[in-house]
T-cell receptor
């Protein structure tokens, strides 16, 4: 039973470019959340997707957008990259219909903006 | 903002119990407490969660005080592989709410 998988594992981009990160949720999960983790900090919530719609959003600018596909996989897009966007981007999944179910995390994509 | 307060770091001897404290004095009656840990360069790993009763699983025990204002995660026999950052999280926004992480406690298990 595969857990949450993310691709790519590492990525280097230049300031001003755009990036797309991908996530496949754990089998049986239909809800995907994205987090950003800067070095030495705890993960910060970006947004959550369920039924292909953004359901909740954290305090992130519109440069951060996402998408969820019918197979529950998800993408995180970041436009006009800034040096400060360098971080570990984590995807997490859970089943929507199970109250208080824990989030299961992938191992993240390490994004470096130069 | 995170609703929890944890010490930034703790040490524990290998084979001894590790007791990690967490304060969540503003917790509401229907908000759950979750514990995760993160080993360097990996994603956070779920450990345990609870509402008001003590909980135990194969990884750890969670002790929640009667007033629910604090809790303790217990690793009964710490090993070197338990060295990690441990996050105590109160889930806000109801049963579909997301987890708001703080800075956690860096636990170092020493031989």
């Amino acid at each position: 039973d595969a857990g949450v998988t993310q691709s790519p594992t590492h990525l280097i981009k230049t300031r001003g470019q755009q990036v797309t990160l991908r996530c496949s949720p754990k089998s049986g999960h239909d809800t995907v959340s994205w987090y950003q983790q800067a070095l030495g900090q705890g993960p910060q919530f970006i947004f959550q997707y369920y039924e292909e719609e953004e359901r909740q959003r954290g305090n992130f600018p519109d440069r951060f957008s996402g998408h969820q596909f019918p197979n529950y996989s998800s993408e995180l897009n970041v436009n006009a990259l800034l040096l400060g966007d360098s971080a570990l981007y984590l995807c997490a999944s859970r089943p929507w219909g199970v109250s208080n179910s824990p989030l299961h995390f992938g191992n993240g994509t390490r994004l470096t903006v130069t | 903002d995170a609703k929890t307060t944890q010490p930034p770091s703790m040490d524990c001897a290998e084979g001894r119990a590790a007791n990690l404290p967490c304060n969540h004095s503003t917790i509401s009656g229907n908000e759950y407490v979750y514990w995760y840990r993160q080993i360097h360069s990996q994603g956070p790993q779920y450990i345990i969660h609870g509402l008001k009763n003590n909980e135990t699983n194969e990884m750890a025990s969670l002790i929640i005080t009667e007033d629910r204002k604090s809790s303790t995660l217990i690793l009964p026999h710490a090993t070197l592989r338990d060295t990690a950052v441990y996050y105590c999280i109160v889930r806000v926004g109801g049963s579909q709410g997301n987890l708001i992480f703080g800075k956690g406690t860096k636990l170092s298990v020493k031989p």
